[in-house]
T-cell receptor, first 112, second 116 residues
Framework: EDQVTQSPEALRLQEGESSSLNCSYTVSGLRGLFWYRQDPGKGPEFLFT???AGEEKEKERLKATLTKKESFLHITAPKPEDSATYLC?????????????FGTGTLLAVQP | SAVISQKPSRDICQRGTSLTIQCQVD?????MFWYRQQPGQSLTLIATANQGSEATYESGFVIDKFPISRPNLTFSTLTVSNMSPEDSSIYLC?????????????FGPGTRLTVL
Protein backbone atom coordinates (compact mmCIF):
# COMPACT_ATOMS: atom_id res chain seq x y z
CA GLU A 1 0.00 0.00 0.00
CA ASP A 2 1.30 3.46 -0.91
CA GLN A 3 2.11 5.44 2.23
CA VAL A 4 3.63 8.74 3.32
CA THR A 5 4.93 9.45 6.82
CA GLN A 6 6.10 12.86 7.99
CA SER A 7 8.20 13.67 11.04
CA PRO A 8 8.25 15.33 13.39
CA GLU A 9 4.53 16.07 13.85
CA ALA A 10 5.43 19.46 15.31
CA LEU A 11 8.62 21.48 15.48
CA ARG A 12 9.37 24.66 17.35
CA LEU A 13 12.41 26.70 16.30
CA GLN A 14 13.96 29.94 17.30
CA GLU A 15 14.34 32.50 14.55
CA GLY A 16 17.58 31.71 12.69
CA GLU A 17 17.75 28.12 13.95
CA SER A 18 18.04 25.87 10.89
CA SER A 19 16.44 22.42 10.79
CA SER A 20 14.98 19.75 8.52
CA LEU A 21 11.59 18.11 8.09
CA ASN A 22 11.37 14.50 6.96
CA CYS A 23 9.00 12.76 4.57
CA SER A 24 9.45 9.01 4.15
CA TYR A 25 7.43 7.18 1.54
CA THR A 26 6.53 3.75 0.26
CA VAL A 27 5.06 3.75 -3.23
CA SER A 28 4.86 1.42 -6.20
CA GLY A 29 6.88 3.53 -8.60
CA LEU A 30 7.32 7.21 -7.74
CA ARG A 31 6.07 9.65 -10.39
CA GLY A 32 6.63 12.71 -8.25
CA LEU A 33 7.04 13.99 -4.70
CA PHE A 34 5.45 17.29 -3.77
CA TRP A 35 5.90 19.76 -0.92
CA TYR A 36 3.17 22.17 0.08
CA ARG A 37 2.83 24.85 2.73
CA GLN A 38 -0.55 25.30 4.45
CA ASP A 39 -1.43 28.29 6.59
CA PRO A 40 -4.39 28.09 9.02
CA GLY A 41 -7.73 28.44 7.23
CA LYS A 42 -6.17 28.28 3.76
CA GLY A 43 -5.58 25.72 1.05
CA PRO A 44 -2.16 24.15 0.50
CA GLU A 45 0.32 26.35 -1.38
CA PHE A 46 2.55 24.52 -3.86
CA LEU A 47 6.29 24.69 -3.11
CA PHE A 48 8.27 22.01 -4.98
CA THR A 49 8.08 18.93 -7.17
CA UNK A 50 10.89 16.37 -7.12
CA UNK A 51 10.97 13.54 -9.64
CA UNK A 52 14.11 11.47 -9.11
CA ALA A 53 16.60 10.54 -6.40
CA GLY A 54 19.37 13.10 -6.08
CA GLU A 55 17.23 15.98 -7.25
CA GLU A 56 17.27 19.19 -5.22
CA LYS A 57 15.21 22.38 -5.45
CA GLU A 58 15.47 25.68 -3.59
CA LYS A 59 13.21 28.60 -2.88
CA GLU A 60 14.32 31.37 -0.56
CA ARG A 61 15.10 29.71 2.80
CA LEU A 62 13.73 26.31 1.75
CA LYS A 63 15.58 23.47 0.06
CA ALA A 64 13.99 20.13 -0.82
CA THR A 65 15.97 16.96 -1.48
CA LEU A 66 14.96 13.47 -2.55
CA THR A 67 16.34 9.96 -2.07
CA LYS A 68 14.78 6.62 -3.02
CA LYS A 69 13.06 6.36 0.34
CA GLU A 70 12.61 9.87 1.70
CA SER A 71 12.62 13.59 1.13
CA PHE A 72 13.88 16.37 3.36
CA LEU A 73 12.74 19.95 3.52
CA HIS A 74 15.64 21.97 4.90
CA ILE A 75 14.83 25.35 6.40
CA THR A 76 17.81 27.69 6.71
CA ALA A 77 17.70 30.59 9.14
CA PRO A 78 13.90 30.51 9.45
CA LYS A 79 11.81 33.57 10.16
CA PRO A 80 8.48 33.77 12.03
CA GLU A 81 6.67 34.06 8.68
CA ASP A 82 7.85 30.53 7.84
CA SER A 83 5.49 29.24 10.54
CA ALA A 84 2.94 26.93 8.86
CA THR A 85 2.09 23.28 8.33
CA TYR A 86 4.31 21.67 5.69
CA LEU A 87 2.72 18.83 3.75
CA CYS A 88 4.42 16.15 1.69
CA UNK A 89 2.60 14.18 -1.00
CA UNK A 90 3.53 11.50 -3.52
CA UNK A 91 2.12 10.42 -6.82
CA UNK A 92 2.48 6.73 -7.54
CA UNK A 93 3.19 5.15 -10.89
CA UNK A 94 0.86 2.91 -12.83
CA UNK A 95 -2.64 3.63 -14.08
CA UNK A 96 -4.06 6.90 -15.29
CA UNK A 97 -4.72 8.48 -11.90
CA UNK A 98 -3.00 11.68 -10.80
CA UNK A 99 -3.99 11.03 -7.20
CA UNK A 100 -1.80 12.66 -4.55
CA UNK A 101 -1.21 10.69 -1.35
CA PHE A 102 -0.53 13.07 1.52
CA GLY A 103 1.23 12.75 4.83
CA THR A 104 -0.30 14.32 7.92
CA GLY A 105 2.14 17.22 7.88
CA THR A 106 4.66 18.92 10.16
CA LEU A 107 3.46 21.94 12.10
CA LEU A 108 6.34 24.40 12.23
CA ALA A 109 6.43 27.30 14.68
CA VAL A 110 9.27 29.81 14.44
CA GLN A 111 9.59 32.08 17.43
CA PRO A 112 11.19 35.54 17.20
CA SER B 1 -0.27 30.07 -12.01
CA ALA B 2 -4.06 30.28 -11.68
CA VAL B 3 -6.53 31.89 -9.32
CA ILE B 4 -8.81 29.27 -7.81
CA SER B 5 -11.89 30.29 -5.86
CA GLN B 6 -14.37 28.25 -3.87
CA LYS B 7 -17.85 29.08 -2.66
CA PRO B 8 -18.93 29.06 0.07
CA SER B 9 -15.80 29.55 2.16
CA ARG B 10 -17.58 28.05 5.16
CA ASP B 11 -21.02 26.83 6.14
CA ILE B 12 -22.88 25.31 9.06
CA CYS B 13 -25.54 22.81 8.00
CA GLN B 14 -28.14 20.61 9.61
CA ARG B 15 -28.01 16.83 9.55
CA GLY B 16 -29.81 15.33 6.56
CA THR B 17 -29.43 18.34 4.28
CA SER B 18 -27.14 18.76 1.24
CA LEU B 19 -24.56 21.40 0.33
CA THR B 20 -23.12 22.20 -3.08
CA ILE B 21 -19.58 23.60 -3.21
CA GLN B 22 -18.38 25.48 -6.27
CA CYS B 23 -14.84 25.65 -7.64
CA GLN B 24 -13.98 28.28 -10.27
CA VAL B 25 -10.60 28.73 -12.01
CA ASP B 26 -9.58 31.80 -13.97
CA UNK B 27 -7.86 29.81 -16.72
CA UNK B 28 -8.34 26.53 -18.51
CA UNK B 29 -7.10 23.48 -16.67
CA UNK B 30 -6.52 19.91 -17.71
CA UNK B 31 -7.75 18.17 -14.59
CA MET B 32 -9.81 19.06 -11.51
CA PHE B 33 -9.92 17.13 -8.26
CA TRP B 34 -11.84 17.20 -4.99
CA TYR B 35 -10.15 16.41 -1.66
CA ARG B 36 -11.33 16.18 1.93
CA GLN B 37 -9.25 17.24 4.93
CA GLN B 38 -10.75 15.96 8.16
CA PRO B 39 -9.58 17.42 11.48
CA GLY B 40 -6.11 16.13 12.37
CA GLN B 41 -5.91 13.97 9.24
CA SER B 42 -4.20 14.18 5.89
CA LEU B 43 -5.85 15.27 2.67
CA THR B 44 -7.73 12.45 0.97
CA LEU B 45 -8.79 12.41 -2.67
CA ILE B 46 -12.55 12.03 -3.13
CA ALA B 47 -12.72 12.01 -6.93
CA THR B 48 -11.38 13.34 -10.20
CA ALA B 49 -13.88 15.60 -11.95
CA ASN B 50 -14.01 14.75 -15.65
CA GLN B 51 -15.37 17.23 -18.16
CA GLY B 52 -18.46 15.93 -19.92
CA SER B 53 -18.46 12.55 -18.21
CA GLU B 54 -18.97 10.98 -14.82
CA ALA B 55 -16.38 11.67 -12.14
CA THR B 56 -13.90 8.97 -11.16
CA TYR B 57 -14.31 8.15 -7.46
CA GLU B 58 -11.70 6.79 -5.06
CA SER B 59 -12.31 3.77 -2.89
CA GLY B 60 -14.67 4.62 -0.06
CA PHE B 61 -16.44 7.46 -1.89
CA VAL B 62 -19.63 7.03 -3.95
CA ILE B 63 -21.52 9.17 -6.41
CA ASP B 64 -24.78 9.11 -4.44
CA LYS B 65 -23.04 10.73 -1.46
CA PHE B 66 -20.70 13.08 -3.38
CA PRO B 67 -22.18 13.90 -6.79
CA ILE B 68 -19.77 15.96 -8.90
CA SER B 69 -20.29 18.02 -12.02
CA ARG B 70 -17.78 19.58 -14.41
CA PRO B 71 -19.63 21.32 -17.24
CA ASN B 72 -16.56 23.08 -18.69
CA LEU B 73 -12.79 23.46 -18.35
CA THR B 74 -12.89 26.07 -15.58
CA PHE B 75 -15.75 25.06 -13.24
CA SER B 76 -16.77 22.14 -11.05
CA THR B 77 -19.18 21.46 -8.20
CA LEU B 78 -19.14 18.93 -5.37
CA THR B 79 -22.34 18.16 -3.48
CA VAL B 80 -22.22 16.61 -0.02
CA SER B 81 -25.56 14.81 0.27
CA ASN B 82 -27.63 13.74 3.25
CA MET B 83 -25.02 15.13 5.60
CA SER B 84 -24.09 13.75 9.01
CA PRO B 85 -21.69 15.20 11.62
CA GLU B 86 -18.99 12.86 10.23
CA ASP B 87 -19.00 14.95 7.05
CA SER B 88 -17.67 17.94 8.96
CA SER B 89 -14.42 18.67 7.18
CA ILE B 90 -12.58 21.04 4.86
CA TYR B 91 -13.32 20.34 1.21
CA LEU B 92 -10.70 21.43 -1.30
CA CYS B 93 -10.61 21.52 -5.05
CA UNK B 94 -7.33 21.28 -6.92
CA UNK B 95 -6.35 21.67 -10.55
CA UNK B 96 -3.60 20.75 -12.94
CA UNK B 97 -2.84 23.63 -15.29
CA UNK B 98 -2.99 23.39 -19.07
CA UNK B 99 0.55 23.77 -20.37
CA UNK B 100 2.15 23.02 -17.02
CA UNK B 101 3.69 19.82 -15.68
CA UNK B 102 0.69 17.56 -15.97
CA UNK B 103 0.94 16.11 -12.49
CA UNK B 104 1.43 19.29 -10.43
CA UNK B 105 -1.72 20.29 -8.54
CA UNK B 106 -2.72 23.69 -7.18
CA PHE B 107 -5.34 24.05 -4.49
CA GLY B 108 -8.21 26.37 -3.85
CA PRO B 109 -8.77 28.02 -0.44
CA GLY B 110 -11.13 25.32 0.77
CA THR B 111 -14.67 25.17 2.14
CA ARG B 112 -14.99 24.55 5.87
CA LEU B 113 -18.16 22.55 6.53
CA THR B 114 -19.67 21.96 9.96
CA VAL B 115 -22.65 19.59 10.24
CA LEU B 116 -24.76 19.78 13.39
Amino acid sequence: EDQVTQSPEALRLQEGESSSLNCSYTVSGLRGLFWYRQDPGKGPEFLFTLYSAGEEKEKERLKATLTKKESFLHITAPKPEDSATYLCAVQAGGGATNKLIFGTGTLLAVQP
Amino acid sequence: SAVISQKPSRDICQRGTSLTIQCQVDSQVTMMFWYRQQPGQSLTLIATANQGSEATYESGFVIDKFPISRPNLTFSTLTVSNMSPEDSSIYLCSVSLAGGPYNEQFFGPGTRLTVL
